[in-house]
């Protein structure tokens, strides 16, 4: 069983810049593909980055795509997302995810975070 547990979120100017650190216990760090979601208020959760076991893989949605960016240190057992340019439109609660499947962590992960909230103001 993997533990995930977010931080880093919080209240931003637009234009600004936020890093979340996601940090696992619980099972082997770099078994696992680690992902980024998140939850506007109204919307459903959409899929916003992911990371390969080894950190050699990533991918993006195309709406933070050359913004946002995932890696990981598994030494430490944590993944981050670094923003930048942030946009009110990025106004969610993010969650990270982890699955031993690339491809199903950016679709339908097995362990969930609790999730952080980014505000993102105009």
């Known amino acids: 069983q993997v533990q995930l547990v977010e931080s880093g979120g919080g209240l931003v100017q637009a234009g600004g810049s936020l890093r979340l650190s996601c940090e696992a216990s619980?099972?082997?760090?770099?078994?696992?593909?680690m992902g980024w979601f998140r939850q506007a208020p109204g919307k459903e959760r959409e899929f916003v980055a992911a990371?390969?076991?080894?950190?050699?893989?990533?991918d993006y949605a195309n709406s933070v795509l050359g913004r946002f960016t995932t890696f990981r240190d598994n030494a430490k057992y944590t993944v981050y997302l670094q923003m930048n340019a942030l946009k009110p439109e990025d106004t969610a609660v993010y969650y990270c995810?982890?699955?031993?499947?690339?491809?199903?962590?950016?679709?339908?992960?097995?362990?969930w975070g609790q999730g952080t909230q980014v505000t993102v103001s105009s």
């Open positions: 995810a982890a699955d031993q499947v690339f491809g199903v962590v950016r679709t339908i992960p097995k362990y």
């Open positions: 990371v390969s076991r080894s950190g050699g893989n990533t």
């Open positions: 619980g099972g082997t760090f770099s078994s696992y593909s």
